[in-house]
Structure formats: C-alpha cells, structure tokens
Nanobody
Framework: QVQLVESGGGLVQPGGSLRLSCAAS????????MSWYRQAPGKQRELVAA???????NYANSVEGRFTISRDNAKNTVYLQMSSLKPEDTAVYYC?????????WGQGTQVTVSS
C-alpha cells in the first residue's frame, strides 16, 4: 500500500523558514516524479515545486528563489525548504508522486504564516 506522509508544517512568522518532508512507503520511490502542491482556503490547488527522477526541478513563479525542493532516494523522502515566508504562502501543502500511469497524494500539512 502506497503512503505519502507529510510533516514539518506549522505556524511561522513572516520572513521565517520551514522545511517540509514527505516520506514515501510501499513504492519504488526513485521512479516517481515528486511534487509539492498547496491549497489555500477558497482557492484551487496549485503546483509549488516539482523534481523529476533525474533531479530536474521547477518552481511556481511565486516561490522561485525562496523555496527549494530536493529528494533523497535512499530515504524515500522529498523535501521542501521554504524561506522568506509570506502570509500568502499560508495553505495546506500536499505531496504528490506520479509516473506515467499513476498518481498518489499525501494527506497534507498545514502551513500558516502570520505574526
């Protein structure tokens, strides 16, 4: 059974940092492209950052230069390092794993940026 478990969310002040982790199990992690999405209240879910199996990354314009996605295939984990956080980064952050044939989602972790 495939599981994606996010952790690391919480409350942080504007300008602060957080690192999200997504631990995968029940799957051959290295063959999956991994992504982070987020969904703010009343808004659609949006792609934040993605990393392919060969380590190629891409970012939403709104987080470029502030967020960094990385993966550790030995630990079956993908990370999202978030810096210079803004109130508009407040959302539930979801981990996503996909191949050509399947897509899996985690349950999400709340990130709140507020003073």
């Amino acid at each position: 059974q495939v599981q994606l478990v996010e952790s690391g969310g919480g409350l942080v002040q504007p300008g602060g940092s957080l690192r999200l982790s997504c631990a995968a199990s029940g799957m051959m992690f290295s063959v999956y492209d991994m992504s982070w999405y987020r969904q703010a209240p009343g808004k659609q879910r949006e792609l934040v950052a993605a990393i392919t199996t060969d380590g190629t990354t891409n970012y939403a314009n709104s987080v470029e230069g502030r967020f960094t996605i990385s993966r550790d295939n030995a630990k079956n984990t993908v990370y999202l390092q978030m810096s210079s956080l803004k109130p508009e980064d407040t959302a539930v952050y979801y981990c996503n794993a996909r191949t050509r044939w399947v897509v899996f989602w985690g349950q999400g972790t709340q990130v709140t940026v507020s003073s």
